[in-house]
């Protein structure tokens, strides 16, 4: 593949409703990460999935979001009762590498504007 | 708890001068640092990282344990340096989760 692939690459939605952003990591990538981007707020850790171990969530803000990796590759992030606070970028980042070389490989992004 | 600080949320030079953009850390093991780089339009990607001790696009960055520092260096800007700058961490703490700051943006005028 091409790289990380994001999808929707823009999502509107009314407050309330929930939301599916999914993530197609680089075919072979055991790592996978989702960060939120705020206007100011640089890149805010949400979760990350190594191979088969259990996810590190610690990132997620509330129980309003939560995501799964199926397999092994894809990824969904999704929240459920979106609030304004929820608009931001979310990207979604894949690595075949392990600590301390680690090196992220983005995608570009779901843009998600909550009204 | 790690943090990565970026005090400067902006930073404007004249091309060919010298930049620093900050990068302090706190962090109780031995982390593994980062910068990562956005160009306008492009996809947020790692310019160096500290373990490879290498020089990309003419930046370079030490680290500083005794200053807790990272700062991210180029003798001579140019304008296709234009971008927000991002440092981040990494320890093993199990979890080996990047940490990223609040990011600079830096501009260089022609």
């Known amino acids: 593949g091409a790289g990380v692939s994001q999808s929707p690459s823009n999502k509107v939605t009314e407050k309330g409703k929930d939301v599916e952003l999914r993530c197609d990591p680089i075919?072979?990538?055991?790592?996978l990460y989702w960060y939120r981007q705020s206007l100011g707020q640089g890149l805010e850790f949400l979760i990350y999935?190594?191979?088969?171990?259990?996810?590190?969530k610690s990132g997620l803000p509330s129980d309003r979001f939560s995501a799964e990796r199926t397999g092994g590759s894809v990824s969904t992030l999704t929240i459920q009762r979106t609030q304004q606070e929820d608009s931001a970028v979310y990207l979604c980042?894949?690595?075949?590498?392990?600590?301390?070389?680690?090196?992220?490989?983005f995608g570009s992004g779901t843009q998600l504007s909550v009204l | 708890a790690q943090r990565v600080t970026q005090p400067e949320k902006l930073l404007s030079v004249f091309k060919g001068a010298p930049v620093e953009l900050k990068c302090n850390y706190s962090?109780?093991?031995?982390?593994?640092l980062f910068w990562y780089v956005q160009y306008s339009r492009q996809r947020l990607q790692l310019l160096l990282r500290?373990?490879s001790r290498e020089s990309i696009k003419g930046f370079t960055a030490d680290l500083n344990k005794g200053e807790t520092s990272f700062h991210l260096k180029k003798p001579f800007a140019q304008e296709e340096d234009s971008a927000m700058y991002y440092c981040?961490?990494?320890?093993?703490?199990?979890?080996?989760?990047?940490?990223f700051g609040t990011g600079t943006r830096l501009t260089v005028i022609p």
């Open positions: 980042a894949s690595s075949d590498q392990g600590w301390p070389n680690e090196k992220l490989f």
């Open positions: 999935f190594q191979g088969n171990s259990a996810p590190d």
């Open positions: 962090y109780s093991g031995s982390p593994e």
């Open positions: 500290h373990i």
């Open positions: 981040a961490l990494s320890g093993l703490t199990g979890a080996n989760n990047l940490f």
């Open positions: 075919s072979g990538h055991t790592a």
